[in-house]
């Protein structure tokens, strides 16, 4: 385990090449029963690299997750496993790549519930080992039977179907319709005398979209994002009625970290597990007032101010109940950035210097290091020692991990490509990271890049990629590229004519744990 305490250039991050077998030897120091920590993982939205002053950035600042950085540890390595909000959701809660269910990608309004109910999650597992579960904030991974929702009705399965004792939720994301939360079963707060309609289709020649009333609008749209008007910003998809239960954009921070705060004061002395899923800096970004103008950098700038307030208020909760020593706060990210997400919001015009994917090319969308690359921040001051770890380590490692700190056993048949990082998560000294990892962009494995220790395949079925220099234009891309993350962590030269026996071993490595339907070891096999 590398802990160094200065700051490394994030392409070093790769000395660590171990196998798999190495990996499951280590010894796991579970957590005395009679005395689990808290776990609540912040889970940011569109947040890169580059975003936050402790990761380098310089054009704003963000104190909170500064501070959080500086009680705990601070990966360089850290990744989600996707470079859009379901698929990474996705694989963060049931420890299974996306692209080995096909439909998980970024979902529609109306989604049937994505996780079959009874399907084994971080959530299941912690609330096997007595932990109260919920999940506050953006969930995205559809809701109901198919064909879809009963918005009227109960909204089940969802995630109180998947191990959550409670949910309150945005149910899609918030460029997307409805603008309503589910708390639980049921959108909260719906007048059954004012149905809430949800669909693709215009409801009547009527109806106020984006395009017939684009003068109305309190922020334009840039491309898709035109249909439905809800509180001056047009969505994606279109909805009637619900009105008493909408809410306004401005005010989802403030209502998920009060409602987070009301539920670990519920019970702050039982074990729990929130997963605090922020909308920020998601489009459409708009900040409560409080925050607008916070930072030069227009809205996305204002978003980032405003995760940081909720990150800040969450800490100071766990500090007034004096449970901060013993709450493991993991802070992450969803995906890398995006400048322009569909929404006039001057997020290219005011970017000025800030680097929002740090020194990584790419972001959302694609497979580049910007993509998937994106901040990870481990604190528990009764455990984790101060530092930074250059560990290779996803976002889905945390369901086998944290299983391993509550002492559950995994079933074999589920959480398939989860490692139990649990000693590199904790900063114990010598524990190592993952020995490789499969990175996909949103969709079922068209394009995916494939990292193993410094040597970065991207393999691209469909040869073009968007969002490649944070703008939303189709770049094209040979088949199969090679890079050297050490030498080259912008992904600029391409080794794959230097190096074609390696480029030939890693696809077929690839292809290999694709088609093994796993990564992380079957114990029935061995
Ligand atoms: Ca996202």
């Known amino acids: 385990m ?13 000395r660590s090449l171990v196998f798999v077998a190495a990996l499951l030897s280590l010894p796991i120091t579970p957590i005395r029963a009679d005395d689990p920590p808290n776990i609540v993982v912040i889970m940011a939205d569109d947040l890169g690299w580059g975003d936050l002053s402790c990761y380098g950035a310089t054009s704003l600042e963000t104190p909170n997750i500064d501070r959080l950085a500086a009680e705990g540890l601070r990966f360089t390595s850290g990744y989600c496993s996707a470079s859009t909000c379901t698929p990474t959701r996705y694989s963060f809660l049931t420890g299974t790549y996306a692209f080995r269910r096909p439909g998980t990608g970024v979902a529609p309004p109306n989604s049937p519930a994505l996780i079959p109910a009874g399907t084994p999650t971080v959530a299941s597992l912690l609330k096997q080992a007595g932990y109260r579960t919920a999940v506050v904030g953006k969930w995205h ?24 004792d409670h949910a309150f939720l945005l149910p899609t994301t918030n460029d997307r319709v409805p603008q309503v939360f589910v708390e639980d079963h049921r959108v909260r707060g719906l007048d059954p005398n004012d149905p809430l309609w949800v669909g693709d289709t215009k409801p009547s020649d009527d109806h106020p979209t984006g395009l017939t009333h684009r003068d109305s609008l309190a922020m334009d749209w840039s491309h898709g994002h035109n249909a439905t008007i809800h509180n001056g910003v047009s ?18 921070a403030d209502h998920w970290v009060e409602h987070s705060i009301d539920w670990i004061e519920q019970d702050p002395r039982t074990p729990f597990f929130l997963f605090f899923a922020s909308h920020d800096l998601h489009v459409p970004r708009v900040v409560h007032e409080r925050f607008r103008g916070a930072t030069s950098l227009g809205p996305r700038g204002d978003a ?9 208020a969450l800490l100071e909760a766990l500090e007034r109940l004096e449970i901060d020593d013993r709450t493991l706060v ?34 959302k969308y694609n497979v580049f290091e910007g993509g998937t690359r994106t901040p990870l921040i481990v604190r528990w001051p009764e455990r984790v020692p101060v530092g930074e770890s250059d560990q290779l380590v996803c976002t889905i490692d945390l369901p086998a991990s944290l299983a391993a700190l509550a002492g559950v056993p995994l079933p074999d048949d589920a959480l398939l490509d989860s490692f139990d990082l649990l000693p590199a998560l904790l900063g114990e000294p010598n524990a190592v990271g993952r020995p490789h990892l499969i990175q996909q962009d949103n969709g079922p494995g068209n394009n995916l890049g494939f990292r193993v220790g410094d040597w970065k395949l991207i393999r691209s079925r469909s040869q073009r990629a968007s969002n490649v220099e944070l703008r939303l234009v189709p770049t094209p891309l040979p088949p199969l590229q090679l890079f ?13 004519g230097e190096f074609p026996e390696k480029v030939a ?16 070891p079957s114990v029935s096999a061995e």
Request: proline share 6%; net charge negative; charged share 30%.
């Open 235 to 252: 969505r994606i998809g279109f909805y009637t009625g619900g009105e008493a239960a909408r809410f306004r954009d401005q005010d989802l």
């Open 330 to 363: 993991i802070f992450c990210s969803d995906n890398g950035p995006v400048l322009d997400d569909g929404y006039v919001d001057q997020a290219i015009e005011r970017l000025g210097e800030h680097r929002p994917a740090g020194p990584f090319r790419g972001g």
């Open 141 to 164: 991974l559809g809701l109901g039977e198919a064909p879809g929702p009963d918005w009227n009705g109960e909204l089940k399965p969802g995630p109180l179907e998947i191990g959550f």
């Open 484 to 496: 050297r993350l050490s030498t080259d962590p912008s992904e600029r030269t391409d080794l794959s």
């Open 2 to 14: 590398n802990i160094v305490r200065s700051m490394r250039r994030c392409g070093s991050a790769s």
């Open 505 to 520: 071993e890693l696809d077929a490595e690839l292809q290999r744990l694709i088609d093994a339907g796993r990564t992380r």
């Open 304 to 312: 980032i101010a405003e995760l940081d307030w909720s990150v800040g």
